[in-house]
């Protein structure tokens, strides 16, 4: 059974910093994997998707990596903002042709002005 | 720019009463799912469609949930009767190639 973790739970950055979020994976056999963003109360939205054939995806300031035989993908951001605030959620799409995502528990990145 | 709907986005009820969530897809988007996500956890899959067809429901609690998806449209989740544990996150989400759109999620909160 495919499980994900991310690490931190948390993050706390001052205004300005690149930071990374974390994300590991236990069965490397994935079809995609996607970093969604969650604002309190609200839903989903998708950031970026990286198909299990591809290394990195972009998306303005943020930046996601994928290496697949570790288990393993990076969000990156640059320059953070005070509006990047909100939880971070990894998940994996293990194939088979069931398009069913796993997720993580999510980082809960805060901003400071 | 296309979104699912879903509704109410919240519901307060009462223990032992009966609930039901709406959700309309992405158009054209065969596949429909619901998750349920609990205060600081990850979103967990509880049914999966394709067109009216359930494709994976082994995580829906059956005894008191059920969904469908008569015309292969929008969906109903429902809960009867509720209990203290299902207050939670409800998050619809549709597909057409794997990538998947969520909705803004129902908040449901049993008391």
């Known amino acids: 059974k495919q499980e994900v973790t991310q690490i931190p739970a948390a993050l706390s950055v001052p205004e300005g910093e690149n930071l990374v979020l974390n994300c590991s994976f236990t069965?490397?056999?994935?079809?995609?994997l996607q970093w969604f963003r969650q604002d309190p109360g609200k839903g989903l939205t998708s950031l970026l998707l990286?198909?299990?054939?591809?290394r990195e995806q972009t998306s303005g300031r943020l930046n996601a990596s994928l290496d697949k035989s570790s288990g393993r993908s990076t969000l990156y951001i640059a320059a953070s903002q005070p509006g990047d605030s909100a939880t971070y959620l990894c998940?994996?799409?293990?194939?088979?042709?069931?398009?069913?995502?796993?997720f993580g528990k999510g980082t809960k990145l805060s901003v400071i002005p | 720019e296309a979104e699912v709907a879903q509704s109410p986005r919240y519901k307060i009820t009462e223990k032992s009463q009966a609930v039901a969530f709406w959700c309309d897809p992405i158009?054209?988007?065969?596949?429909l799912y619901w998750y349920r996500q609990i205060l600081g956890q990850g979103p967990e899959l509880l049914v999966q469609?394709?067109?009216?067809?359930?494709?994976?429901d082994s995580q829906l609690p059956k005894d008191r949930f059920s969904a469908e998806r008569l015309k292969g449209v929008d969906s109903t989740l429902k809960i009867q009767p509720a209990e203290l544990g299902d207050s939670a996150m409800y998050l619809c989400?549709?597909?057409?190639?794997?990538?998947?759109?969520f909705g803004s999620g129902t908040r449901l909160t049993v008391v």
């Open positions: 469609f394709q067109d009216e067809s359930v494709v994976d």
């Open positions: 069965d490397s056999a994935i079809y995609n």
């Open positions: 998940a994996v799409d293990s194939g088979a042709g069931s398009y069913q995502l796993t």
């Open positions: 990286i198909q299990s054939s591809q």
């Open positions: 158009s054209g988007h065969a596949t």
């Open positions: 989400a549709s597909s057409l190639s794997g990538h998947e759109f």
